[in-house]
């Protein structure tokens, strides 16, 4: 055979193989995540893959939850975010009044209405625009419920209705453990938050009316501070910073005895208290079923992702039942997608919570949520808020002037 006859078929090979690389190749996703968020995706990207064996994922995170939104909000405005991003609850309602993320009930997506229907109704209500658009699908939503130490409770003769009924029962209570040197809460502030968020009437933002006007010098607000100041000034919360050592030391010695706070808080509550805590917890609704979300986090499709019908296929299954079930199991993250529910691991009981089937009561919470109109500046009337509370309970001004303010300075930044 002629050198030019073995260089002939020499390129013919190398071009079929060429050409055979490029049928196998594989399409790449990428998703945007904040740190220990993106760990929870890693951990289920595999059973995604094995299900799409064309199809590869690139997990791009590492950021702390508050650099992640800065540094995506940039991203995104310039057209080059990734394929898929995660997008934190008290975010996502700016979003839904944008156009740099997809409207997720048009094509190639299918979120439809009935689809939607198995979501926690407050988390879908935070992601739909006043246009009827909706630009992210769920991940989690942990309901606002009151852990408390059954063995103290029992001990001072208070039941667990006396933390529940009414806000007035639940400060008897305190009263009571305050006489044996102990403290219902930690912090006044929670008791406010719980208020606001789990009383907003039907259609209404947590912080904004229909219309957009801030209502937070409403009579909602004013009985959140009152309640707030009047723990502080009966001397009911113990006022340790939150997440310091002394923290989980006074929950794991029960001078703390409940924390109103996210679902979430089950795992971290057994790792940092331990086996002090086995079978001393319980879980309840808080003070006047005022249940709210706690939190939780969303995926999103970006207008300028390159690879959208794929995208999809990413968020239905990382929102599937089985997989929200296995980063439960993980995480302790409440599914969003409430046919989760159905699984196992939400109807078992739980020894370190006395054999009390806690996950039921999540749900409880989860279902009787009421949704919230979206609002626009979610975050700056929050910070503003939470403002105004610290002057009320650390330099004693005067409630309805702290909120009238506040009002002032929130119609004041919007306007801008």
Known sequence: MSKAVIGITAALVAGVAAMGIAQTAKKTITIASWAGNDKLIEGVVPGFLKDNPGLDVKVVGGSAYGDYHPGLNNRLNAGNAEDVVSIGGQFVSDYAEGTLLDDLRMAPYAFSSAARRNYVASQIAAATGSKGNVVAVPNDAPPQVTYYRRDILDKAGIKIEDLTSSWESYFAAGAKLKAQGLFITNGASDIAATVIRGSVPAGQGLYFDRAGRPTVDSARFVRAFTLAK????????????????????????????????????????MDNVGKDGDGKWGVALSPEKQSS??????????????????????????????????????????????????????????SYFGGQKIRQVYAQAAKTTAPLLPSKNFALAESIVNDALKQVLEQGKDIKTALAEAKALIERRISR
């Open 230 to 269: 009047q723990a502080r000034d009966q001397g009911l919360d113990s006022r340790i910073g939150e997440w310091s050592p002394e923290w989980f030391g006074a929950f794991k010695s029960g001078k703390v005895v409940t924390v109103s706070i996210g679902s979430w808080f089950e795992n971290i509550l």
């Open 293 to 350: 979300i706690n939190g939780g986090a969303f995926f999103s499709i970006p207008a300028a992702s390159k690879n959208k019908p794929e995208a999809w296929k990413l968020i239905q299954y990382l929102t599937s039942p089985k997989v929200q079930a296995e980063v439960f199991k993980q995480s302790g993250n409440f599914p969003a997608n409430l046919t989760a529910l159905n699984e196992p691991v939400f109807n078992e009981p739980s």
